[in-house]
């Protein structure tokens, strides 16, 4: 139950913060939210913690709960980025996420052929025929299972441990395209052939051949989307 209440005050003050409901510099106080909710005091400021952790409050003494401003969240964090797809704005969080993938997964392909164990481009190869089988099928929940499962194993196999780290990341965007509509009711072929080629290209080795096809899965990503993200501004935030 405390567990179930604590998730609770999370999800609604997170959700109000990235929502805009609650904006930057607003206040609030841990007995508001314990009256509201129905929590108790440790609940609340547990609950509380977990939220400073994302950079979405701090606590000021004498003051209360402050909200950051969205330059102080945790963009990185994989449940800031399932909140942002959620609010209305998520074609900013979609456009941010596919431009590091553009940038970040075929460099890990590339470095998967050169360094990926043996089991790791088996698996990888496997997950791709499968994938082409859902998709052929229709069967999108399926496909979207794979298709974070191959996308992890490949930044995995590159061996480089802050690549590997963004799997929980890439999951979350890839959730988000299909469950909020943003994906074709069938995978096109070409697609699906192209994770086919980034997979057999890790296998055998060849790097600028598992870069390239990631390259264009990534291309092919940003044309489809991309209309969602067409109109909104772009974020400078140079460090001070």
Do not use: C
């Not at 206040?27 to 952790?53: K, N």
């Not at 990888?124 to 974070?148: H, P, S």
């Not at 890790?202 to 993200?229: F, K, S």
């Amino acid at each position: 139950m405390s567990s179930r209440l604590h998730n609770l005050v999370i999800e609604t003050v997170g959700m109000r913060i990235i929502s805009g409901e609650l904006a930057a510099g607003d206040t609030m106080h841990s007995e508001h939210l314990e009256t509201e909710l129905q929590v108790s005091r440790s609940v609340a400021r547990e609950a509380v913690r977990v939220l400073q952790s994302l950079g979405l409050v701090e606590s000021v003494k004498r003051v209360g709960i402050r909200v950051l401003p969205a330059a102080r969240w945790n963009v990185f964090d994989p449940t800031v980025i399932r909140w942002r797809l959620a609010a209305s704005k998520k074609g900013l969080q979609l456009r941010s996420l596919t431009e590091l993938r553009s940038a970040v997964e075929p460099a890990a392909a590339e470095l998967a052929a050169v360094h990926a164990p043996a089991e790791l481009s088996a698996e990888l190869l496997t997950v791709a025929a499968q994938m082409r089988a859902a998709g052929q099928a229709g069967d999108l929940e399926r496909f979207l299972d794979l298709d974070i499962r191959f996308h992890g194993l490949v930044l995995a196999a590159s061996g480089n441990e802050m690549f590997g780290q963004m799997q929980s990341m890439i999951a979350e965007v890839l959730r988000g395209r299909t469950h909020y509509g943003l994906m074709p009711d069938r995978p096109h072929e070409e697609a699906l052939e192209l994770h086919m080629d980034v997979a057999s290209a890790i296998q055998a080795h060849h790097p600028e051949a598992a870069r390239n096809a990631m390259d264009q899965i990534m291309r092919r990503t940003m044309d489809e989307v991309g209309a969602v993200w067409a109109h909104e501004p772009r974020i400078f935030e140079p460090l001070p």
